[in-house]
């Protein structure tokens, strides 16, 4: 089997968990949002905001390098664990004493004592990061959903939503998130149950520090990047718009948040192992893997994107409730910028197992200071909805830039990136139409908003099923010479019954 069948095989296996968990997540943030607000939860995003960015420093990517060894000793555990702890320890501190200040600067003083409680969670991510990334090399996804899925029905669906319907505002989330990523890491631990005893230093301490702090730059970068539109919402709008905007871009950005944390490390890891090839054919392997995932998402996932986008009114309506219908505006341009986060995601890993994750960060830098001004005037000009048209544009420049590098260091072309998309771009201009034809129709009969959504979903799904069924063309030989391995996999019975579904010939080879 192939690298690219063995890397989707894996993620197969991580999909149940992260179906499942993209479900909870969804659930308990549409309970709370409704029963909430936006103004609370703009108060929760203030403190979301910090926390993100410190976590990459309680976290700053010497558990992460423990993924691409060769061998992992007992050493290199005790080495990661100890300055992760060391670092998360100064960090949580750190943000506990600037929280007064970092409230003076989104103007929502009530946000300080917020930010003080939620720096523990870089605490306890730091002190997580060890046995997460064990299980992350060995592929053990298993073990992580079950953490999760745990810790998450403890947090916020027995804790959380509780608190929130009882009165408890802003604290129910603050609460909700410390229990949860406190449970998840004592699972995670407990299954790993990785030595604790302190290692300053030893002999690969300069090399692990030299990846560590190489990998915390990319990541303090992406983190900019991704979080200037927040920061500068917060900043120049009120309370209650960056609490609309954070909570549609959680709604969309979770799905793929989840969906890349099973595929990056399956990437990455696979990528470090055929870096041991000769260099041409390790550049072929990583080349068939990057194209044939970039196609299924574009297969698989930008008809679900582009139809979120069609329906944004009418599913915010029937979801959040009139009060949330001003973020509709905001959830169309980031709805339709997912695929482009998801194919970015996995540009990623490809940059740094090829040894070059130089590469990234030299390519970015630039953009990350553009983007931060741009965010200021989209959103002193434009609103929220300014800000995420922007958001849209951004992450499809960072892709281009992205797989521009990679040409350079791979056998990819941009010729196999679009032979890789175009097949799903043309299902989903399809979908997105027989969406908005189905939408129209319904409200102009006087449906409810659920109602159209629902119709016009279910319109989507056959419309897409349908394309797949008439035209098998469009699946394209990079989707099928990955999926038909995967697939065939499954008991012949059922792998014959549904091969038109990523087959552009129909049937199993």
Known sequence: MSLGERSILAVFWGAGGTVLRIGLQFGSQVVMARTLGPTEYGMFAVGGIVIGLCNFFADFGLAYGLIQKPEVTEEDIRFAFTWQLIVGSLVTALIVASSGLVADF???PRAQAVIAVMALICLVNAAAGTAMNLLKRELDFKTQHIAFLISYLIGFFCIGIPLALTGHGVWSLVAAWVIQASIWGLLLYWKVRHSL????????GRMQSTYGLTVLRTNVLNWLIANADRIMIGRLLPTRDIGLYTTVHTMVYSPSASILAVVQPVLFSASARVAQDSQAEAAAKLARAFTGLIAVVCLYLLPVF????????????????????????????LALAMPFVLCLGLSTPMLWASGRPQDEFAKQWLIAIAWGLACWLLADTGGINGVAWGVFGLFVARFGIVVQAITRVTAI?????????????VVSTVVAAGAALADIGMRNVGCSPAV?????SLCAVLVFLGSLRLMPALIGREVSGLMIGVCGRLPQRVARRFAWLWSAEGRIQ
Request: charged share 20%; net charge negative.
């Open 306 to 333: 582009v139809t979120a986008a069609v329906l944004a009114d009418d599913f915010v309506l029937s979801v959040y409730g009139a009060a949330w219908s001003d973020a509709s505006a905001a959830l169309r341009p």
């Open 413 to 425: 072309r941009w010729a196999d990136v679009w032979a890789g998309a175009r097949g799903g771009v």
């Open 452 to 456: 159209c959504v629902l119709s016009a």
């Open 197 to 204: 005893r302190p290692l300053f230093w030893y002999a690969e």
């Open 106 to 108: 989104f103007e929502e």
